[in-house]
T-cell receptor, first 114, second 112 residues
Framework: NAGVMQNPRHLVRRRGQEARLRCSPM?????VYWYRQLPEEGLKFMVY????????ESGMPKERFSAEFPKEGPSILRIQQVVRGDSAAYFC????????????FGPGTRLLVL | QQQVKQSPQSLIVQKGGIPIINCAYE??????FPWYQQFPGKGPALLIA?????SEKKEGRFTISFNKSAKQFSLHIMDSQPGDSATYFC???????????FGGGTRVLVKP
């Protein structure tokens, strides 16, 4: 049973480009959470999605960031017009249906903005 | 606004010692408190979790103590080993399955 998968593991973008981060939850999990970890800091919640629905986006910046979890395929976190301050590790977590206590984290995508 | 404060930021112990990590929270609506372990370059992995109706919980060498009135909880690592060297995060959420609010992390180094 594969764990949460994220790709790419490392992503380098120049300022102004777009970054697309993908997350495939564990098999049978329909709840996905995205967190951001700045260097030497804890994880900060960004968004919580179920299939085709955004449940809670209270932690996501209002501009340039968007997330989706389509009926088929992985969840996508999209960052438009990246800036250097977007450089961070982005982690995806999933939990089963009904909502479980445990959130299982993926290995993360490390985004570097030059 | 940081709702979960974690201390210390770093900790060094000898093998066999007992690192203790403390967390304090502000929001009394929190009712689920997990601890995560993270190795460099990896995602966080759940270690152990507790709810406010329990004052202590043990799983292997890991023990959580919980003080509801003080709004504090702590992680003890018994008989620590070099392989326990990692960053540990406490977290809290309002209900199972809701977003997690993380503490700032504690980097633990266990010397052989």
């Amino acid at each position: 049973n594969a764990g949460v998968m994220q790709n790419p593991r490392h992503l380098v973008r120049r300022r102004g480009q777009e970054a697309r981060l993908r997350c495939s939850p564990m098999k049978g999990h329909s709840h996905v959470y995205w967190y951001r970890q700045l260097p030497e800091e804890g994880l900060k919640f960004m968004v919580y999605l179920q299939k085709e629905n955004i449940i809670d986006e209270s932690g996501m910046p209002k501009e340039r960031f968007s997330a989706e979890f389509p009926k088929e395929g992985p969840s996508i976190l999209r960052i438009q017009q990246v800036v250097r301050g977007d450089s961070a590790a982005y982690f995806c977590a999933s939990s089963p249906e009904p909502r479980g206590e445990t959130q299982y984290f993926g290995p993360g995508t490390r985004l570097l903005v030059l | 606004q940081q709702q979960v404060k974690q201390s210390p930021q770093s900790l060094i112990v000898q093998k066999g010692g007992i690192p203790i990590i403390n967390c304090a929270y502000e929001n009394t609506a929190f009712d689920y408190f997990p601890w995560y372990q993270q190795f460099p370059g990896k995602g966080p992995a759940l270690l152990i979790a507790i709810r406010p109706d329990v004052s202590e919980k043990k799983e292997g060498r890991f023990t959580i103590s919980f003080n509801k009135s003080a709004k504090q909880f702590s992680l003890h690592i018994m008989d620590s080993q070099p392989g326990d060297s990692a960053t540990y995060f406490c977290a809290a959420s309002k209900a199972a399955g809701n977003k997690l609010t993380f503490g700032g992390g504690t980097r633990v180094l266990v010397k052989p």
